[in-house]
């Protein structure tokens, strides 16, 4: 008779730890995600998503004249090579938006003028690059693949408000800015797993990617498609315990805001009540 037993593996990747972290903390069980430390709940209540980026890169809540150096740094990025336009452009109308900007995003590194640098003062240069122009190229291929023109950006907006105006063709509405803006600071905890799991931030910008063409005009699709994702904690998308959410969700429905179209009021109900 054999002595050996059989264990039997738990399929997926239930139960198994894929890294370790000092930038995410999250317990799915028990409604729980913080980044550095600092409850999410907090920061949708009372940050931004340029002030949560600061926080995950350098590991603390920046100083006024910090935040403001970052703003003005992620304004002056947001600028696209004409070759960058073109390839959306040629890019065959079959081709998956994921494909389309994977191979866009790839594409930047050409004209990186700190390509050959891995240092990290340049890897944060880099960060500021790719988190201003990613969201260029999601706003003009979106806008390419349905005939239109690609929309200039506004340097003097914030990342989400400037996002909206770039896809949409019309500066958003407050409550349209605060609605993405918060939804950006949910969602940015899947930068903070890269070295972890590499492939969940493309698994993410491919959402938003395919999102944005919806009748929803993206905005919806992106949080109920994330919330859909195998291994996506609730806890990233319910917005149950974020009073700023239930606020903007309430304030969408009243008359005087009046420049909220039926996408952005979808992604505030949806969001606020838990998808």
Not at 112 to 129: C, G, L, S, T, Y
Not at 166 to 187: K, M
Request: charged letters at 20%.
């Amino acid at each position: 008779m054999s002595s050996l037993t059989t264990t039997h593996a738990p399929k997926g990747l239930e139960g198994v730890v894929a890294t370790n972290s000092t930038i995410c903390y999250i317990d799915g069980d028990h409604g729980v995600l913080a980044y550095r430390g600092i409850d999410i709940h907090d920061l949708a209540d009372h940050s931004t998503f340029e002030e949560t980026c600061y926080l995950l890169w350098f590991g603390r809540l920046p100083k006024r004249n910090e935040l403001r150096e970052l703003r003005e740094r992620l304004a002056e990025e947001r600028k696209l090579d004409a070759s960058i336009i073109n390839l959306l452009r040629i890019t065959p109308k079959h081709a998956l938006p994921m494909d389309v900007l994977r191979t866009a995003v790839s594409a930047l590194s050409f004209y990186d003028p700190e390509f050959q640098r891995n240092d990290h003062d340049a890897n944060v240069h880099k960060a500021i690059r790719l988190t201003s122009q990613i969201a260029m190229i999601v706003a003009a291929y979106d806008r390419i693949r349905k005939g239109k023109e690609v929309v200039e950006p506004d340097r003097s907006l914030s990342h989400a408000a400037n996002f909206l105006l770039l896809l949409n063709g019309v500066a958003p509405s407050r409550t349209a800015e605060r609605a993405l803006d918060i939804a950006l600071i949910l969602h940015a905890r899947w930068g903070g797993m890269v070295k972890g799991r590499g492939i969940a931030i493309l698994s993410v910008l491919g959402i938003i990617i395919n999102s944005v063409g919806t009748a929803l005009s993206g905005q919806a699709s992106l949080v109920k498609d994330v919330a859909a994702m195998p291994g996506v904690d609730r806890v990233a998308v319910n917005a149950n315990a974020s009073p700023a959410l239930a606020q903007v969700a309430t304030d969408a429905d009243q008359p005087k805001v009046g420049a909220v179209d039926a996408g952005t009021r979808t992604i505030l109900k949806a969001t606020a009540q838990g998808v």
